[in-house]
Nanobody
Framework: QVQLVESGGGSVQAGGSLRLSCAAS????????MGWSRQAPGKEREGVAI????????YYADSVKGRFTISQDNAKNTVYLQMSSLKPGDTAMYYC????????????????WGQGTQVTVSS
């Protein structure tokens, strides 16, 4: 089992920045795909930024490329999401997600989810 705990988030004006953190615990050695998914009211879930902790490869949704950066600290089993140039359209609940097995990317199905942290961007 894997547990994910997010921190960060909050409210910011358009153009601002926020940083999210996700600490993983439990059987983390099995994780080969980890990152962030978001869901806004009335919209489908969207994988926005994913990283393979084993090789460092990163994957981004087109909507956040050039604005969001995912990184990791393997010693702390923690993944970060630096969000810059935020837009009102980025407003959503952001969830830390993780998966085992083969394959990694924003379209991956993730069995492990954190409790979520709200990001609100005002115009």
């Amino acid at each position: 089992q894997v547990q994910l705990v997010e921190s960060g988030g909050g409210s910011v004006q358009a153009g601002g920045s926020l940083r999210l953190s996700c600490a993983a615990s439990g059987y983390t050695i099995s994780i080969n795909c980890m990152g962030w998914s978001r869901q806004a009211p009335g919209k489908e879930r969207e994988g926005v930024a994913i990283i393979n902790p084993k090789d460092g490869n990163t994957y981004y949704a087109d909507s956040v490329k050039g604005r969001f950066t995912i990184s990791q600290d393997n010693a702390k089993n923690t993944v970060y999401l630096q969000m810059s140039s935020l837009k009102p359209g980025d407003t959503a609940m952001y969830y830390c997600v993780a998966a085992e097995g083969s394959g990694c990317g924003t379209e991956r199905t993730f069995p492990y989810w954190g409790q979520g942290t709200q990001v609100t961007v005002s115009s």
